[in-house]
């Protein structure tokens, strides 16, 4: 049993890396990844969330939707309860951690629409978690999450200071960066 | 028209109202889809017993069992004439790349798998899909499984591996695995 | 005169100009997971703007009777609706697309391009013009999602929807099915529309020079 929890960890953050592998949470990763400091913050939020909204998702399936056969309602179930979370988050932060607020206010917003956390509550009703599995999973997800956005900021950090032809320059080369280090994350194929 | 103002009780009105309404739009989609949606996967399963069962008369969806000391497997006996002419195990591996893969596995009576098909996967598209090509699938025709070793060239065993899906395949191979030794018991008992 | 060149205006704006993948990065999650095959790109380009365009029409009409601080969470469940209602008639009627396509049908409801068309546009403009701007919006996400899964089936697989050109046992470049394919593929891909897009932008502003210097008359039309 323990050795299925470990086989869990290491496939949600690098086998099946949730960004480079599985194309979940694509806009922060591109978005917020051009300063390391910003990656850190928007990642510390979204462990944060994604770890909450993992629990919170699990219980209203396992104890609303799935008693009262209500499942095709999921999605909007599910997107209502990551959106309320989110401004929960926000609220609970400002009043009881003000500097952590400070760092991370800006970020809260943009989660709701990241599709890393709804991705996150969809996987973990697909590969039918118990709760343990679920909360592991989360937070294993959001690591891999960062290690992803971390190190493709630590990247484009140095990728700003290169000379990039007229075409390639901003986006294209962010991505052709990404698929590269995607390229890396393969080497973790057979881990788990 | 004038915009509503962001009072309290507007606010719990207007959201109350379109909650209401989506509710009422998804309840009404729910009930037009659901019968059909449950009819694919019914057509489906059918499709795969005809595919991995010698010709039957009987009807294996209808007579389909489940076993209390083995979980979540399906088994579908198949007749001619009455005469038990074979076995279909529907059968699944959670070690497959993206989420629950399903096969539907017969077998002959005396233990030789007659065939495997893919009822559910979610494999990438163009890469681990090529476990639903017949392609791949033809190897487990008539095979015994006493002698044949279910497990992917990759890891010695006798199964041909899909270039760049070992994952998919050890999935295939660990489904089929769980459907002989299955397949085994219920057989050992009778 | 000047609202055919608006309409004009807004249907390049769409394809091109604005193009959600090509200019503005945006949905980005879809079009790189789904787009292994021409087919699926093409599938989730029509699913995405079918909830697109309904939950634009239905933000344009509702605009004035949501309160300005409730108006996310409004538009949220309006377009998880349209989701779950395009996630249904699938399963129901596409089983095989809505199998391959998985997982990233509910994500269409957190696509950053469709909240973003309600918040930006729907709920400012009256509802001729949110059409408009859906349809031009979702053809352009459809164009880009199928543009890259044909080069990535191509590539990848040998085949162009479905259709193979290679012999079964050919050697085919598998990386661009694989995920990094689909980083590597989008990034050259766009640099190529951007820099075909930036050309034909240099080509008609010479020929406006032109136009300008013979007959300065013409002044004023742009």
């Known amino acids: 049993m323990a050795g299925d929890y470990v086989t869990i960890v290491i496939a949600a953050m690098l086998v099946n890396n949730l960004v480079l592998v599985q194309f979940l949470g694509i806009c922060p990763f591109l978005g917020v990844s051009s300063r390391l400091s910003t990656a850190i913050g928007m990642s510390a939020a979204v462990m944060f969330v994604m770890t909450i909204a993992g629990i919170a998702t699990y219980l209203i399936r396992q104890f609303l939707l799935m008693p009262l056969e209500l499942q095709f309602l999921q999605t909007v179930a599910f997107i209502l309860v990551i959106a309320s979370l989110v401004q929960l988050v926000e609220i609970v932060m400002k009043k009881v951690s003000p500097p952590l607020h400070q760092a991370l206010g800006v970020f809260l917003p943009l989660i709701t629409t990241n599709c890393a956390i709804m991705g996150v509550a969809l996987l973990i009703v697909q590969h039918q978690y118990d709760l343990a599995q679920t909360i592991l999973f989360a937070i294993a997800s959001a690591i891999g999450f960062t290690i992803a956005l971390v190190a493709f900021a630590g990247i484009r950090e140095r990728l700003a200071l290169m000379p990039v032809p007229k075409a390639m320059r901003g986006g294209p080369i962010a991505l052709v960066t990404a698929g590269l280090l995607a390229l890396a994350f393969m080497g973790f194929q057979g881990l788990a | 028209m004038a915009k509503m ?122 890469l681990g899909d090529a476990i639903t090509r017949d392609r791949f699938l033809k190897q487990f025709r008539d095979i015994d499984p006493r002698e044949f070793d279910l497990r992917a060239s990759v890891d010695n065993g006798d199964i041909d591996t899909i270039t760049a899906a070992t994952i998919s395949t050890r999935a295939v191979a660990d489904a089929i695995r769980r459907a002989v030794d299955a397949f085994e018991k219920v057989e050992g008992a009778q | 005169m000047a609202d055919g060149l608006s309409f004009k205006n807004e249907i390049t704006k769409g394809l091109f100009r604005e193009n959600p993948v090509f200019a503005m990065l945006l949905g980005m999650c879809p079009v790189l997971g789904v787009t292994s095959t021409a087919i699926n790109g093409i599938g989730m380009g029509v699913a995405s703007s079918a909830v697109l365009l309904s939950s634009n029409v239905v933000v344009a009409l509702i605009r004035d009777l949501i309160p300005e601080k409730v108006r996310i969470p409004a538009y949220i469940v309006v377009i998880a609706s349209f989701v779950t209602v395009v996630d249904l008639t699938m399963a129901a009627y596409l089983p095989e697309l809505h199998e391959s396509l998985g997982l990233f049908i509910p994500l269409i409801v957190v696509n950053c391009l469709i909240l973003g068309r309600a918040e930006a546009f729907a709920s400012r403009n009256i509802l001729a013009s949110s059409v408009i701007d859906a349809v031009t919006m979702g053809v352009g996400f459809t164009v880009a999602l199928a543009m890259l899964g044909a080069v990535r089936e191509v590539l990848g697989s040998g085949s162009l929807f479905g259709l193979a050109f290679v012999h079964e046992d050919a050697t085919t470049m598998l990386l661009f099915i694989m995920p990094p394919g689909a980083f590597i593929a989008l990034g050259f891909l766009i640099a190529g529309v951007n820099t075909g897009v930036r050309k034909a932008r240099a080509v008609a502003a010479a020929a406006r020079a032109r136009a300008v210097s013979a007959e300065p008359a013409a002044e004023g039309v742009r």
């Open chain 2, 5 to 126: 103002e962001s009072t309290f009780a507007n606010m719990v009105l207007v959201l109350t109202a379109i909650a209401l309404i989506s509710a009422l739009l998804l309840g009404f989609t729910h009930l037009q889809t659901a019968e059909r949606i449950a009819e694919n996967r019914a057509a489906r399963q059918r499709a795969a017993l005809e595919v991995v069962l010698p010709e039957f008369d009987n009807d294996p969806m209808e007579e389909a069992y489940e076993i209390e000391s083995i979980e979540r497997l399906l088994f579908h006996p198949a007749t001619f004439e009455d005469e038990p002419i074979g076995l279909a195990i529907r059968t699944y591996s959670r070690q497959a790349y993206g989420g629950e893969l399903q096969l539907m596995v017969g077998f002959s009576p005396d233990g030789i798998i007659t065939g495997v098909q893919v009822l559910q996967h979610s494999e990438t598209p163009g």
